[in-house]
């Protein structure tokens, strides 16, 4: 009560302290900002890499590759019409490490 009735000023000290936490808060927001920002790049990138995989996935422009097999071995009961447990696939996909399709071998 007694600081609301004096009509005396703040102090340089006050005022330095002040400025300086408003000064850290603002790097502190901007720090998060640019983080925030790198995120949603990195997020975006790899959103448009998938749907870039999917894409080529459906429309069949992937290639199979140019020699092997993909042997797909099934043990559960529910497709026992399969006769052997073995049925043979067509791999199409770029790679080990992205979006692959099959389809049954003709």
Known sequence: MKKLLCKRGET???????????????????AMVTAA????LKANAAVDAFYAELSAAELGSVMPPAAGTVTVTITSTAHSAISGGTVGVTYYGADTNSLAAYEKAP
């Open 12 to 30: 340089l000290t006050e005022t330095l302290v002040a400025i300086l936490v408003v000064a850290l808060s603002a790097a502190m927001l901007a």
């Open 37 to 40: 920002v790198n995120i949603n």
